[in-house]
């Protein structure tokens, strides 16, 4: 079938704020669609309301609306746009639902807006319990016996019935939320009321458990003529009970015959048939390790995470696929972009092993409870592609930037056999140590198997890799043996760890001798056919003893430039789409610049690891050795690292003792910026004050610098990203505290002891070319100095700070970068209390603000410094020097946080960033932005207008204000003794008391629990002895779908935000901001 | 121990040896085939023929023998990267190179598969030794001689059964002759209620057109479909039968060739679970298992006598054939599977209702 012409303008929707179960696969889905859509003409409006994405970029989408994602802004984009057609299946489950309500209310009826990529009906068969299950048994497809309970009674009676543990699995939820395996009736009566309240619909699925069977998902994409091609398999390492995105997951399968494997695949076909999908769709199987049985879990009929995996996996590009069959292609029609000769009607064929490891958040939340259940809580996760499993494992541990490399990064050689048994029957995310630990131990694999369920296969291979360990220990370090712990991938590092060899002490040495021995990494492509056609995609992955194909282009008269784009690694909370945002767009940059570009990245889930956003491709760890394999082969002419944050940062060293030239500022300057004497001395001479602090390496030097400084007191280790380990000091005991932690996490670096200042926090970010400098704009953060800034509500322009600030702010702005020769990009935090302005953080790089400012100031900064790394000066660009003029626009960056995912995490805020997300609400006064911003991040109040306060004693006065504000909206509040006694005397009048958690009920908790509460304001005294009732409240809000605020400056930006409600809504295209700077 | 490949072209690969030490000189071919290893090893279409798997892990879950095509394996050698240390499936019987030691298949591990891979699909389909001795100075050029001097021949002879056996069943009557064929074929049948009757390649046509079928399945089989004139010639007669014929891939090629058809070796083959064909009737696309080094010229049938009903997407190549004004149809990949994709099983199906319309 030919394209279908009556599709002229199509409305793609996006999946919002990342959160933990909907990352940035969708970012890289929906960026891949709508330059597919664009390539065959078609006028593309975007709807999300995330700001961090490349999708909402006037480069992707001819019409962008960073607004959020509800039914009404929905229909008033309709309404602006009217477009003709609707994608929904881009956006994840957020965005298939925000269609389907459109859909069912007949709005999208009303204005000729078809459906397109998928119906109504499909959605509903594939997405509602029952419709799903009706289908399945329609066409015979097994699914594990279940239920769909809308009252807990009856979820009682039918566990009963099909015997504990059951499954629950909440209708219409996001990553599983809600749901979980139970044991006991009590178990399922708390989760299964949980999971009816957080499910759309009311509804909750209660199932047969299958834990312990093999996970396998297959992702099939259908045609409008029926035309249906597997992409893919996986197989989730971890068994059933384990959701799939925290799963370690292999494709293709490794321990299904062919016949399981048709088995599947044949059913996959057949459901996807059924279903009448056309684009993709992702079916999860649970299939009996004894037996050709098997259930149907889930069919995702979407893209999804699993979907941009397969992609990565195989190089088949499913998003761009699904939206050419959107427009009415089918599957031959469609070229292999791959292959550039054969079809999108094929099945990959893969001549590698993927594996696919979570990366986990745990490093942030160290209180949580690491326990892995049906419940996802990965924030990211890594890929790596190796011709054996064994070094395809050790590459994704090496690329999770956690400092492990090798399965010996975790100790766990104090643990007896019994010890580490009962350790293997908890899955956390460190049981691959753990098992590896047991074959040390000796445990058997069929004992190993059968507490964990893990095929014997993997379980080998792990042992595999533990006894090459071995052999390293006690072998002597000949040709053959290094080879193969090369092919293994092991690091240089972790051989001359290992080796006895005195002559071996340090990486280097290894490296010496491997090239004594000729061994080097070769570089294979992913060209979806096993190299059965010749391809041209230059998308590769590294392997040893194996023959390169990579070609170097060598015609030295018209040889382009080459720079190297050091890509940012997993998303992690401090690390997110942000900084792919950046990468993607330094490498479009660097290609206008003429320069041939290469990226290296591990990431299978962003825009920066499309076959075609660079010349070339290497999915690879990124760390100094696999970054030199890549340099030797490539020699590049410079590299960039300024913008894959501080992944990239953290290999300048290397890549200078590699002999390449770093692009942008010196790394000498990064370095002063980072060393607190030399920036010490860089401020004194610029005369910029900064809050007074102090170096130090041990407890006792941080206590007698707390001491000189006055508490409160700042204590954080160097060189870390998004504030890990920082924490405000209140007294001796915090600091003692708080050095045991960052001594767990980074040793090798100062740590650093600051005065805490209270004031305003202030952050820009600016281009340098050394002498002259552009700054956006200032943007200013709602919660006072003390909140990470990536957690704090960020206004742009600067809404409360005097005009001599701001100038005080440019000043430093420009002397700070010019004194650190910055070329390229700066970010500054600045704390201002009344007129002074201290600085408080420098970080010569790109930040995580950089695409929301790029956005809502239409000024392409990253473009911009590359164009000065390339040379060029802003004087030349048309870029007048300072702050640009300030846009009519208010724009708020929401931070989003996944609290409720990860079970036992404090989510109070604080110096350590905790939210996984952003979304922004863009109008043109500040309340309406503010009002947006609330409600793309899930916050819509009032609902019942009952609230609860308890603020720490230093907050009471200013709770007053705040508390008489909310009642005047009509709010009840709840409050605990001190906290109500502080209210009524200051004349708060609709006070309710109430009883403390350890006290008789009705309590503080009850009332949480009885679900009439819109939101908590609980705020923590500071210091590391917080009062544990204050965790159990936030913890039960949390997870009951209550808001909770932990800042004053939140609490009184949400009243301003319901005081100044409005129906009307005014949207904003972001692609036709014009920019006030004439670039 | 270590063990060397010997292309016609001089390369030396060398790698570890497993299964048997044989040294054995054939045909080099490739399959991208993820799963069904088991399979491809006892497809009697490999007869003469090595296969290098491209998938870089084999023998992980083991062997079972209900997944043999044939009752032993016809492939010469296994050429893969790594041999796995551990079967693991709750089928499996056997380790793979057990297998191989029990059936005297040599093979090679160790080996760059795509870097051979590409040398296959770049110079073409070669001729190679799998041996544990590298022949130094002259008799390496001997060697070399005797490999390029190799010719697959006389394969179905080789491979097809001996005598004449039976499938009962209540259905129709299909008469299946044996090139090679592959054991699903007649288990496809039987699975939907036909009577099979296996007949040895080299049966006189009478002998089939007197058994009184409702229809003739052609099988699958090896080597250079032009070798068989004799089976040719019996097709020609089984064509002016008006029974009603389905073939596959082999048979195939010499029902074309039966029609005056030509036939040529294709540069490097087809052979994985990955094709796509086209059904040239409903204008669906297939996903196709093939296992194919020759190819029917369709341009070379007089259009008045065979149609193209199936091709190939990736490469134009014909992928089937409709006899016009006869219950004919023939196809080139295989809809029996066993390994790769259970897609084209509904060609059965049609077979059975084209003898069931003709009856």
Redesign the interface.
């Known amino acids: 079938m030919p394209r279908n012409h009556d599709i002229k303008k199509v409305l793609v929707i996006g999946s919002g704020p990342i959160i933990i179960g909907q990352a940035a696969e969708f970012d890289y889905a929906g960026t891949q669609a709508c330059r597919s859509l664009r390539e065959e003409g078609v006028e593309v409006v975007l709807l999300n309301s995330n700001p961090a994405t490349i999708m909402t970029d006037k480069d992707i989408a001819d019409r962008v609306y960073i607004e959020p994602l509800t039914p009404a802004v929905l229909e008033g984009v309709i309404i602006k746009e009217m477009p003709d057609s609707l994608l929904p299946t881009l956006g994840g489950q957020a965005g298939l639902n925000l269609a389907m309500e459109l859909e069912e209310s007949g709005v999208l009826k009303k204005y000729g807006v078809r459906l397109i990529g998928t119906t109504a009906l499909t959605i509903k068969k594939a997405e509602d319990r029952e419709t799903f299950k009706e289908t399945m048994e329609k066409i015979g497809e097994p699914i594990a016996a279940s239920m769909v309970v809308e009252d807990i009674e009856t979820g009682v009676n039918y566990a009963q019935e099909i015997g504990y543990p059951v499954v629950l699995r909440p209708a219409y939820t996001l990553g599983g939320s809600g749901g979980g395996i139970v044991n006991n009736r009590q178990e399922l009566e708390v989760t299964l009321e949980n999971g009816l309240r957080l499910s759309r619909v009311g509804q909750v699925l209660v199932e047969r458990c299958i834990s312990g069977w093999k996970e396998i998902e297959y992702e099939v994409m259908r045609d409008n ?6 992409v893919c398999n996986m197989e989730n390492i971890d068994p059933v009970g384990i959701h799939t995105g925290d799963s370690a997951v292999v494709a ?11 088995m599947l ?2 059913s996959a ?1 057949r459901i996807i048939t059924e279903l009448g999908i056309t684009g993709g769709c992702n079916v999860q199987y649970a299939l009996n ?3 050709f049985e098997y259930c149907v879990i889930e069919v995702n009929p979407r893209v999804s995470r699993s979907s941009a995996l397969a992609s990565k996996a195989t190089g088949y590009p499913i998003a761009k696929v699904a939206a050419k069959i959107a427009l009415g292609y ?3 029609e469609i070229k292999n972009s791959v292959t550039g ?3 999108a ?9 993927v594996v696919k490891l979570p990366r986990l958040p745990f490093d942030k939340f160290i209180a949580a409870k690491r326990v892995l259940g049906t419940q996802m809580k990965a924030t990211g996760e890594v890929m790596s592609i190796c ?3 064994e070094g395809a494992l050790m590459k994704a541990i090496r690329s999770l930037e956690q400092n492990v490399d090798s399965l010996l990064s975790y100790d766990y050689s104090s643990y007896d056999m019994e010890e580490l048994k009962e350790m293997l029957k908890k899955t956390d995310d460190r049981r691959m140590w753990i098992v590896a630990q047991a074959l040390r131990k000796g445990i058997s694999y069929s004992e190993i198997h059968d507490i964990t369920m893990i ?3 993997f379980i ?2 792990v042992d ?1 890799i533990v006894k090459l360990e071995n052999r390293l220990k006690e072998e002597k370090l000949d040709r053959e043996l290094l080879l193969k712990a090369k092919c293994m991938e092991f690091t240089d590092k972790l051989i001359s760890q290992l080796t006895p060899d005195n002559k071996i002490k340090c990486e280097s040495d290894v490296k010496r001798l491997r090239i004594k021995y000729g061994i080097h990494a070769a570089y ?1 492509m992913v060209d979806t ?6 391809s041209q995609t230059p998308y590769y992955y590294s392997c040893y ?3 390169n ?1 990579v070609i170097i282009s060598e015609n030295a008269k018209d040889k382009k430039k080459k720079v190297l784009v050091i890509g940012s690694g997993p998303i992690r909370i401090g690390q997110g789409v942000e900084f792919d945002f950046c990468s993607v767009h330094c490498t479009w940059s660097f290609a206008k610049e003429g320069y041939e570009t290469i990226i290296i990245n591990n990431n299978p889930e962003t825009v920066s690891t499309d076959f075609d956003i660079a010349d070339k491709l290497y999915f690879e760890p990124l760390t100094s050795e696999d970054v030199e394999s890549v340099v030797r082969l490539e020699k590049p002419d410079a590299a960039v690292v300024q913008f894959g944050g501080q992944t990239a940062i953290k290999l300048t060293k290397d890549l200078l003792e590699m002999g390449v030239n770093i692009l942008g500022t010196s790394p000498e300057d990064v370095d002063a910026a980072e060393d607190r004497e030399k920036f010490d001395e860089i401020l004194e001479s610029c005369h910029i004050p900064r809050p007074e602090g102090r170096t130090v390496f041990t407890a006792e030097e941080a206590k007698a610098a707390a001491h000189a400084l006055d508490y409160p007191v700042l204590v954080r280790p160097s060189y870390v990203l998004g504030g890990q380990g920082m924490q405000i000091a209140v007294n001796d005991n915090d600091i003692d505290e708080f050095i045991g932690i960052i001594n767990r996490i980074a040793q090798e670096h100062p740590i650093l002891v600051d005065k805490y200042i209270v004031g305003k926090e202030i952050e820009v970010d600016a281009v340098c070319d050394g002498t002259d400098i552009l700054i956006p704009g200032i943007m200013e953060h709602i919660e006072r100095s003390g909140v990470h800034s990536g957690d704090s509500i960020s206004v742009y322009p600067a809404v409360s700070i005097s005009d001599k600030v701001k100038s005080k702010i440019v000043d430093y702005t420009k002397k700070l970068a010019t004194a650190l020769n910055v070329l390229g990009m700066i970010n500054i935090q600045f704390i201002a209390d009344k007129e002074d302005v201290y600085v408080i953080e420098v970080n010569p790089r790109s930040s995580r603000t950089v695409p929301y400012i790029s956005k809502v100031t239409g000024i392409p900064v990253v473009e911009i410094a590359v164009k000065v790394i390339c040379g060029k000066k802003l004087k030349d660009l048309g870029i007048t020097d300072g702050l640009q003029e300030e846009s009519d626009l208010t724009a708020i960056k929401m931070p989003v946080f996944s609290f409720e995912k990860i079970r036992g995490a404090d989510i109070s805020l604080g110096p350590e960033m905790k939210s996984t997300g952003e979304c922004l609400g863009i109008a043109k006064n500040f309340n309406e932005a503010l009002y947006k911003a609330f409600e793309g991040a899930g916050i819509k109040l009032p609902k019942y207008k009952n609230m609860i306060m308890t603020v720490k004693d230093s907050d009471k006065e200013e709770a007053v204000g705040i508390a008489k504000r909310f009642e005047a909206l009509g709010y009840r509040i709840f409050a605990t003794r001190g906290t109500a006694d502080a209210l009524e005397s200051g004349g708060v009048k609709r006070v309710r008391r109430i009883n403390k958690i350890e006290q008789e009920s009705p309590n503080l908790l009850d009332l949480i629990l009885g679900h009439e509460i819109d939101f908590v304001i609980d705020t923590p005294a500071q210091g590391a002895k917080r009062s544990h009732d204050g965790f159990i409240i936030r913890r039960n809000a949390v997870e009951t779908g209550v808001s909770v605020l932990t800042s004053l400056d939140t609490a009184s930006a949400l009243a301003a935000s319901m005081e100044n409600r409005s129906d009307h809504i005014e949207l904003v295209d972001i692609a036709k901001i014009k920019t006030r700077c004439t670039f | 121990m270590k063990a060397y490949l010997i292309l016609e072209d001089k390369t030396i690969f060398s790698g570890m040896g497993i299964g048997s030490d044989k040294e054995i000189v054939s045909e080099l071919v ?1 399959n ?5 290893y ?2 491809i090893l006892t497809d009697p279409s490999y007869a003469g023929q090595a296969v290098v798997m ?4 084999i023998g ?2 083991g062997v ?1 023998y209900e ?1 043999m095509e044939s009752v032993r394996p016809c492939a010469q050698a296994l050429i893969v ?2 041999l ?3 079967s ?4 499996s019987r056997t380790g793979l190179e057990e297998f191989m030691f029990k059936y005297d298949i040599p093979g090679i591990s160790g080996i ?4 051979l ?2 040398k296959l ?1 770049d110079y073409g389909t070669m001729n190679a030794m799998v041996t544990r001795k590298l022949p130094q100075g002259s008799d390496f050029d001997k060697v070399i001689e005797r490999i390029r001097a190799y010719r697959v021949k006389g394969v179905v002879e080789a491979v097809t059964c001996k005598k004449s056996y039976t499938l009962p069943g209540n259905g129709m009557k299909v008469a299946l002759l044996d090139c090679g064929a592959k054991d699903n074929i007649a288990k496809s049948l039987h699975k939907r209620g036909c009577h099979v009757t296996v007949w040895p390649a080299f049966t006189e046509a009478q002998t089939i057109i007197d058994s009184k079928p409702d229809g003739i399945m052609l099988s699958n089989g090896p080597g250079d479909p032009k070798e068989n004139t004799q089976i040719i010639k019996q097709i020609k007669k089984l064509y002016d039968s008006d029974i009603p014929i389905f073939a596959i891939c082999l048979g195939h090629q010499l029902m074309a060739l039966a029609l005056g058809g030509d036939t040529y070796k294709l540069k490097y083959g087809h052979r ?5 064909v ?1 059904d040239h009737e409903t ?5 196709t298992s093939q296992n194919h080094g020759y190819a029917v010229d369709e341009k070379s049938l007089d259009k008045s006598v065979a149609q193209a009903a199936f091709t190939n ?2 490469d134009g190549t014909n992928e089937g054939l409709r006899y016009i004004g006869k219950n004919i149809f023939t196809v080139q990949y295989h809809p029996e ?7 084209s099983d509904y060609l059965f199906d049609k077979f059975i209702k084209m003898m069931e319309d003709n009856r």
């Open positions: 003529i029926g035309n249906v091609i597997t293709p399968s490794q321990t299904l015959g062919d016949k399981e494997y048709q695949r044949s076909l390790p004894e037996s089918n599957l031959d000769s054969t079809y009607s094929f099945e990959p064929m893969l001549d590698y092993v011709t054996n499993f095929d014997l296969w080998k291979k595999n294979k056919c096993a190299g059965e056609f010749e003893g194996s023959e194909e | 490739f991208t085939s993820m799963t069904g088991t399979e491209t998938y870089p892990i992980s879950y079972s997944d990267r790594e796995s240390d551990i693991s499936n709750f089928r760059d598969t795509r870097h891979t590409k699909r994985g679970g990955n094709h796509p086209k204008g669906r696309t297939y996903i997407v990736n599977a066993c390994p790769g994709p259970h897609d």
